[in-house]
Every structure is written in structure tokens, then in C-alpha cells.
């Protein structure tokens, strides 16, 4: 043990005495002097008997369990029962028995946004000042957990205060199209409302792209087609009876388009951090919107005057959609009547916590493995985040518990992390990743995201850097579907969702991370690490739904979960499997498992599809693909060199230090596409490949955007953008490549 202390404590230095030492016995391994131990323990590799013990010990039941405390009461950032679930998350990992090395509260003053409990937000039908409709404040309960106190009302966070009485209108998703569309349709929007429904558009934007056109108010629903399958009915079709949300359940959100707190961009918002004025605030609604329930939207579409609203706009209600003339018909009984919005929405700087936990490296303390979720919920948040809490709970006792029995320490340092205040806008990690950005960019190898475990019971779903793809499918290899012994994870995922891939053949299909739906953000985007973000999902040949039903509403709770979305909690058991065994693997492997010929496969499909869709137009206006095909080539080039390098070379017993010297080109060549200057105006995205996008052609998004912007401009200097964005990807491109070529080979 003193021995094991010592040897951590000198890591660093005894890393360099180590390649010669070894060097030395490996000189002398035909004579029958043993190495020593310390020399055995640099050698430490993944070890499958481990990971086969990890993946025996995870317990359903103790998931379950963990959802049930987790789920006790609603916890919203920063409220009282936020506050239970830090003191539950220090618990368990300050847990003698089943903790970690250590766990500790940072905190962040953050700049929030809720309703007034005082003055709840309204929305009203009202001819003059008679109110005629009104729309409900709260969701309906079906039990207990509705009616506690802590339910925040729908609300809109971020949303302005503010008053907005007009005519309604129906637009759709509140895509600027859409908002086109109806303007030209109705000749004027000025002074309208506008009822959306969720989805095409983010939400923030539904305001941001309605206000250009005159319009003074949002109203936001989710519509049956999009959400139940079309199902509507609670009296036997929706929740209590069904996975479906009930008429009167209303998705909250963060309506902000930026990650992050918005008072202090760039820098952790710590108390006293110099913080922009509340009015240079961006990327908010201008006007009032508020989020409501589908039997309320129903009671207004169906009213409305005007035209029929286009084919693609309709949806379940047992009604034509129409335009709005504005407003109601004039057999309706809202006849002549506005739409009023009360919001009092008020922004609040308060004190959020992220949770730390550690297990420390034996070999490589000073690399991290960061593992992390989100901790605050919009309600009881079972799915969201809960279930992606109660998993990682379960990796911690596991490892904990053989952590504190001395039978295992892993060659990395382990890092977890639950965030707060994610609903807000990823802030609690984002804060993180701002405060400790030189030290989390030297050393971290790789982030996994667990956020929702389960949002169905068919199918895993990956998104990641595809440098991780390897990883993934070796652990979904090696992990078996519930109910199953013999059908693993990995087949029942290619059955599910597939593609093919020139070198690979038929594999699951893993998605890339390119936008910004959760903590992995400001790993990926904005530090450059390696992410993957990990989950139980649907099978989409059975449910529309754009997400699990009862997403962000009252009707998200324990009851939910354990009779409709994982009943025996075996899918959450699946990927707390599967998401602790890439853990393993990351955490103790001598060599990372990361691949980065499967990066070159992603560049060149970037590749094949930008050349498809832009080369001729660019070549049109004077602008060369061809340093892009080079720099690509490079890149393949540079990948098979190093793949052969580590194939070739016995790097495990040899050579500690050119293991090292391999990991660490491995572990920064995500890094190596970031470009702080690429994208001034997207907050936070500096990863020049997997940057947020607004076109739909699936390709390099500096390049994909600025193209399709100059194509409909055809003016000089957007084509002048598109070739910068080239240049940019391209010199990204062929600077990592050389970060993979020998240290010695020519610059
Ligand atoms: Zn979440």
C-alpha cells in the first residue's frame, strides 16, 4: 500500500525513469531477475475479467431505488429540492464503503429565470374587457405528485415579462418560412399573437423569428401528431393509462439560444465575475411567449378564421387548422375576440451547484476520464435527468466499492460531474468547463454524456466524436439487450439503426455530436474533447414521438417510469453496463481506444457530400475544393501511418513512454480542429467540424452554411465567406493530420 503511495505520488517523474528502466529489463528479460512490481503496475492494462465483474454487479434494483430518492420531490435548479439531491449526491460518494476518493459542491452564481409565484402568467380569450376563455395555469393531476406545492407553473424561461393583447394566428412551428408564409398569406402581421407548436424551430427562436414581422405575442404547444401519435384522450388513451401526455401537460424550456450563463460569456460566473448588462443579453425572445397544453391549443386553432392552413401544418385536432382571419370566426364564440398575454416572468442571480466526485489514476493521475449528467429537472424530472443520475450512481458504488476494497484503482483519474442548472441552458457544465479550461484541455481524454438513460426500451443510441465509435461498439459487443443471453447490444443496435461503412461494412448507425442538446457541449464545442453521449432509445418504426411524451411536464415522475418506460429498470441497467464498460476501458487501457482512421472515415464523407453539393458552384464562382481533397488525403494518410505504428509495435510491454507519446496524439486531435475565430457569432462552438449548422446538407458546417447563404444572396462577399470557411476546414483538417504523423516526420 505505502508502495502503491508512493509510486502515485511520483507519477510524473517516475514516468520518465520509467522508459529507461524498462528499457533496461527489457534488455535483460532472457535472465531470470523478475521485473519488479512498480514496473508491472506502469503496465497496467484494461482488464476483461474487471469489466465482466463490473457489468455482473450492476443492480436493477438499486437503479430503481436511486430514481425513487432522486424523484422525491421536484428539484429545479437552485429551489429546496435541488438542494436534497446535492446533499444526496455528496452522500453517496462521500460513502465510506461504496464512495469515491473524494467528492465536493462548486458552486456558480448563475443568472436564472422563473414565473412569479404571486402573479401566475395568464393567457386569456377577452372581447373588451370580458374574459370569454382562459387557459389553464397548472396541469391537471393524477396523483400526489402533480398537486405538490414545488411544481413550477409552465412557463417560458427567459421569456420577457411583459402584456400582449391581439388577434391570433396559427404559424405553424414559428420557422421564419413559416412565419413567411403567413405573412403573405394575411398581408399583415402586425400586432398579432401567434400560436406555434413545438419542433423545426429551437425555442427562443419561435420569438426571435416571429418579432421581425410585427408579431407581440407567442403562445407554443405540443401538438398530438407530433408528440402522442395522435392520441388525445385521458380517459383512456394518454396518461395515467399510457406512456402519452395528457391534454393539459405543457413542455417547458430554456428559451436562450446560447449554452451557458449569459451574464458572464467566456468566463465561470463566480461571485464576483464582471458581469455584460442584463439589455446586451442575445439570442432571447423579444416578445412574451408562453408555453401551454393541447386541449387549450385545440380550444383556439379550431376557432380560428382564414384560410386552411397547408397540408404539412395541420395536425390531430379533430379540425381544420386555418391561418387566423386574424382571430376567430364569426360562428365561433370567441367571435371578434383577442388572445391576451400576462407574463411575469423575473430573472433571479442565484447559487448553483455542480457535484464533484474523483477516483484518483494509480499510473496517469493527470489524465481525466470525465463522466457527467445534469442534476436539476424542470419537475421531478424522473427521465430527465433522474435516469441518467440513477445509472451514474450505480457506476459510482460499483467502482467505489471496489476502490475502497483495494481490489482495483483505474491507470487514469476518473472525474464525475453533476451539473446544475442544465435546463437553464447547460450552465452548470458550461461554467466548469469555462473556469477549468487550461487544465481540462491539457489533460482530459474524453467526456461521457448520460443524460435521459432511457427514453425507450428498444434500442441503444450513440452520438460522439467518431474517434470514440470503437469504444462504443466494443462495449455494446460485450453487453447483452434485457431479457437476453445471447443477443447483444451491438447487434440488436444494427438491427435498429444501421449504415454502411466503406471500411467497416454494415455497423450501427452512431450519430455525431453537432448540436448542443446537453452537457456534452462544452466539451465538444468549445474544448475540443472527445465526447459521446449515451442512451436507451425508441424504435422508430413504432412511435412519431419527437421525444418520450411527458418530456419537461408535471407527468415525468417515478410512477411514469417504473409502469410505462422501464418497467424491472433492465434498459437502465443495459446502459449503465454499457456506459461504465466504456468507462473501463478509457479509464485503463494503456493504449486510449480511439480511433482515428474512423475520423478519417467521417471527414471523407463530409468531403463526398460537400463536393456533391457545392463544388461545381464554388468552381462557378472562382473557388477550389481541391486543398480540401488534399488536406482530407492527408488526414487518411496521417491516420493509417499511426494505426500501423500502434498495431506493429508491441507499445504495451515495450515502451510506457511511446504509449504515452501515441495517447496523447490520440487524446488532443479533436482538440486540433478547434478554431476560436471560426464562428464569431455561434457562442461557444469553436470545433470547426462538429460546430451547430443551419443547413440541411450534412457536411462541414462553416462551409455548408456559407454556401447556402451565398447561393441565395449571390452576392460577392457571402461567396467571399464561403471560401474563408473552406480555408478554415481545410487548414484544420491538415493541421491534424500533422499532429498524427511521427514527431520526427517532415513539417
Ligand atoms: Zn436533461
Redesign the pocket.
Known sequence: MLKKLLLFALAGVALFTIGILIGHFAIKKNSSSPLPEWVQEVAQDVDENLIEKFIAQVDNAQIEENLKVLTQVPHMATTAGDEATVEYMLKRWQDRDTGLDAAWREDYRVYLSFPDKDKPNNVTVVRGSDVVGSIREKEKAYRTEQDDPEVVQPYAAYGPAGHAKGKLVYANQGKVSDYEHLNRALGNLTGTIAIVRYGGAGRADKGINAAPFGVIGVLVYTDPYDINDGKMSDENETYPHSWYLPPSGVERGSYKTNFGDQLTPYLAAKKDTYRIDEKDITGVSPIPIQPIGFEDAQMLICELDGSEAPETWQGSFPCKYNLGGPGFKNTSHFKDCDVQLDVYNKAELKDSANVMGVIWGSVEPDRYVIYGN?RDSWVHGAV??SS?TAVMLEITRILGQMVKTGTWRPRRTLIFGSWGA??FGLIGSAEYAEEYISKLSQRTVAYINV??SVFANATLRASASPIAQDVIFTASKQVKIPGSDTVSVYNNWMQHSNRTSPTHGLIPNMGYLTGAG?DYAAFMHYLGISSMDIAYTYDRSKTRARIYPTYHTAYDTFDYVSRFIDPGFTSHQTVARTAGNVLLRLGDSILLPFKCSDYAESLEQYLRVAMENFEAELKTNGISMEPLKEAVKSFRTAATSLEQTISSSDVVSNSPLKARRINDQLMLLDRAFLNPLAFPDKYGFRHVIWASRSSSVASFPGLADAVVKARTSGLKQDWSQAHKHLSIVTQAISGAAHTLTEAHAAL
Open positions: 445534469h430527465d435527468p441518467g442544465e435546463e443524460d435521459i446537453s
